[in-house]
């Protein structure tokens, strides 16, 4: 199986900052690489496929890049409503895998 | 626009089997591949395995032993079946769906999920 690893596991942070999100696969993964945020009590929504394509609907602020093993998912001008937590998935083989997750929280 | 709702027993005792059914609605189940992942009491997510609309399936080796899915077209229905199940199978559930361009997939949307809770 492919090993996602995400850091950090959880940050603080104020509104208006940006913030960065890192995954790293446990081997190469070309840009099979997506992203999810999940509020508590909320099933994830996706932002971000293919590594950096933005979901239809998902705010400009959401960015994502990398390619290869290491990735990065950023947040410009964190707004109230980022505050969630981010999961990386790759589906470049199955079994498809996911990060731990890592929570955005209020400084 | 497509939308997806478990449904099943919120309650299964430890060595029966989990049953799930995911609805679609506002498109054809015909048209795609469909998951389940579920996601442990405030832990990370695991995806299950998915289905095509002709049987075809992929499920995670980690779980393959004990599930089974199956879809109903005539439903616009798919089901998960979990066998022999332990307090480490309670869970969120969610379906969703396997959308993808060339040959990046992802999921989207997902289902509200539904809380199955492995208890006698």
């Known amino acids: 199986d492919i090993e996602m690893t995400q850091s950090p596991s959880s940050l603080s942070a104020s509104v208006g900052d940006t913030v960065t999100i890192t995954c790293r696969a446990s081997r190469s993964i070309s840009s099979y690489l997506n992203w999810y945020q999940q509020k508590p009590g909320k099933a994830p929504n996706l932002l971000i496929y293919a590594a950096s394509s933005l979901q239809s609907g998902v705010p400009s602020r959401f960015s994502g890049s990398g390619s290869g093993a290491d990735f990065t998912l950023t947040i410009s001008s964190l707004q109230l409503e980022d505050f969630a937590t981010y999961y990386c998935?790759?589906?470049?083989?199955?079994?498809?895998?996911f990060g731990q997750g890592t929570k955005v929280e209020i400084k | 626009q497509v939308q997806l709702q478990e449904s099943g027993p919120g309650l299964v005792k430890p060595s029966e089997t989990l049953s799930l059914t995911c609805t679609v609605s506002g498109d054809s189940i015909s048209n795609y591949y469909w998951s389940w992942i579920r996601q442990p009491p405030g832990k990370g997510l695991e995806w299950i395995g998915y289905i095509y609309y002709s049987g075809n399936t992929n499920y995670n080796p980690s779980l393959k032993s004990r599930v089974t899915m199956s879809v109903d077209t005539s439903k616009n229905q798919f089901s998960l079946k979990l066998r022999s199940v332990t307090a480490a199978d309670t869970a969120v559930y969610y379906c969703?769906?396997?959308?993808?361009?060339?040959?990046?997939?992802?999921?989207?949307?997902w289902g509200q999920g539904t809380l199955v809770t492995v208890s006698s």
């Open positions: 998935q790759q589906s470049y083989g199955t079994p498809w895998t």
């Open positions: 969703a769906r396997r959308d993808n361009s060339a040959y990046y997939e992802w999921f989207d949307p």
